[in-house]
Nanobody, 127 residues
Framework: QLQLVESGGGLVQPGGSLRLSCAAS????????IGWFRQAPGKEREDVSC????????YYVESVKGRFTISRDNAKNTVHLQMNNMKTEDTGVYYCAATFDLGGHFYYTQAKDYEYWGQGTPVTVSS
């Protein structure tokens, strides 16, 4: 069974940090491009960050540039999203997603491009 499981969400004060993890089972993430999406209450799901399969090309939505960092740990079959200097507008449910990628140099910012999704981990930024 192919599965993605997110962890690391929680409550954090503005200016604080969280590190989200996305662990895969049933397949190896090094064959997949990965995306982190979030959905705030009453809003559509948006792409926060992506990473290509092979060369580490990354994408960040403008609102998180300089604060969030996406990274792979292929040895642990896990992808992380380090979130620093968090803001109240970062609140939402965070999902990781994976799509099989032959090329290796691309990332995907549209939810429709992803085959596999985790169940989400909630993040609340509040004082």
């Amino acid at each position: 069974q192919l599965q993605l499981v997110e962890s690391g969400g929680g409550l954090v004060q503005p200016g604080g940090s969280l590190r989200l993890s996305c662990a895969a089972s049933g397949f190896t993430l090094d064959s997949y491009a990965i995306g982190w999406f979030r959905q705030a209450p009453g809003k559509e799901r948006e792409d926060v960050s992506c990473i290509s399969k092979s060369d580490g090309t990354t994408y960040y939505v403008e609102s998180v540039k300089g604060r969030f960092t996406i990274s792979r740990d292929n040895a642990k079959n896990t992808v992380h999203l380090q979130m620093n200097n968090m803001k109240t507008e970062d609140t939402g449910v965070y999902y990781c997603a994976a799509t099989f990628d032959l090329g290796g140099h691309f990332y995907y910012t549209q939810a429709k491009d992803y085959e596999y999704w985790g169940q989400g981990t909630p993040v609340t930024v509040s004082s």
